[in-house]
């Protein structure tokens, strides 16, 4: 079992649609929890960090952390052709610094 | 602020040349990361420095790779011989601190004839 699995989708929206993305992990230890955002033959952009559980927005970004059931979700409102790219998902634990495990990423399409 | 910059942006080379990828962290970062993506994996961690010394080079793939970070500003990657199988888009990524995020470059996509 991979330690974090991540839906490839594709998964294709309408304009200003609400978008979820998802990931599940198998780590109880995992603290720290990352989503980036990668455009097409760019590098992976920082989105959103948290650590623990709860819930964290920045704009139109809102990032949840549900540790009881290891399960971790990035919602998108008012959704726009500029987030369309692949959404990855990542997280560590505390003492283990340097391991960030990786979702494999979900490929997302906002039509406009 | 400059990135993480790396370059070359894009390498086409045969089969059992020595490939060298090269990463300038951001500065000011004390942690370096080597990544690999392929379609099939995600992204793979290969190496991680902390102030210039290697600490877990566990997912270097075979003894073909090997990295060094001969300063905090400068960091490569060598594949030698390369082979078909290597073929994919290497990352470098640093932080400032163990309990901050890494922030990537734009790779440099590699392919091996």
């Known amino acids: 079992q991979k330690e974090v699995e991540q839906d490839p989708g594709p998964l294709s929206v309408p304009e200003g649609a609400i978008v979820s993305l998802n990931c599940t992990y198998s780590n109880s230890a995992f603290q720290y929890f990352m989503w980036y955002r990668q455009y097409s033959r760019k590098g992976p952009e920082l989105l959103m960090y948290t650590y623990s559980s709860g819930n964290k927005e920045d704009g139109r970004f809102t990032a949840q952390v549900d540790k009881s059931s290891k399960y971790i979700s990035l919602f998108i409102r008012d959704s726009q052709p500029s987030d369309s790219a692949t959404y990855l998902c990542?997280?560590?634990?505390?003492?283990?610094?340097?391991?960030?495990?990786f979702g494999t990423g979900t490929s997302l399409t906002v039509i406009p | 602020d400059a990135g993480v910059i790396q370059s070359p942006r894009h390498e086409v080379t045969e089969m059992g040349q020595e490939v060298t990828l090269r990463c300038k962290p951001i500065s000011g970062h004390n942690s370096l990361f080597w990544y690999r993506q392929t379609m099939m994996r995600g992204l793979e961690l290969l190496i991680y420095f902390n102030n210039n010394v290697p600490i877990d080079d566990s997912g270097m793939p075979e003894d073909r790779f090997s990295a060094k970070m001969p300063n905090a500003s400068f960091s490569t990657l060598k594949i030698q011989p390369s082979e078909p199988r290597d073929s994919a888009v290497y990352f470098c990524a640093s932080r400032w601190t163990a309990n901050q995020p890494q922030h990537f470059g734009d790779g440099t996509r590699l392919s091996i004839l």
């Open positions: 990542a997280m560590r634990t505390k003492n283990t610094g340097n391991q960030f495990y």
